[in-house]
């Protein structure tokens, strides 16, 4: 793959991640737009509540910003297995 084709799936794999992340931070606030299902019956548990949209919205950027770990330098400075590990 040469680095064009590369940086370009780095790229995109980060706007995936964080296009993933953002409505589970909106849905941590309270905001019910797009939604599966009747964001009514959604438990008012505070623990399923940050587990299941701030923990989950969290780790969607993490992952977006790993992705740019193949496409900038600084990412160079991780352990080559680390990065096959995570990617996988």
Same mark, same amino acid.
């Given at each position: 793959m040469n680095v064009k084709k590369r940086n370009r799936a780095g790229y995109i794999a980060c706007i995936c991640g964080l296009l993933y992340a953002l409505p589970h931070? @909106? @849905?941590?606030? $309270?905001? *019910?737009?797009?939604?599966?299902?009747?964001?009514?019956?959604?438990?008012?548990?505070?623990? *399923?509540?940050?587990?299941?949209? @701030?923990?989950? $919205?969290?780790?969607?950027?993490? *992952?977006a910003l790993f992705s740019l770990s193949f496409v900038y330098k600084w990412g160079d400075k991780l352990p080559r297995r680390l990065k096959i590990i995570l990617g996988l």
């Open positions: 931070f @909106w @849905w941590g606030l $309270g905001v *019910s737009f797009g939604f599966p299902g009747d964001f009514a019956k959604v438990p008012d548990e505070l623990l *399923s509540r940050v587990i299941g949209y @701030w923990f989950m $919205g969290v780790m969607a950027v993490l *992952s």
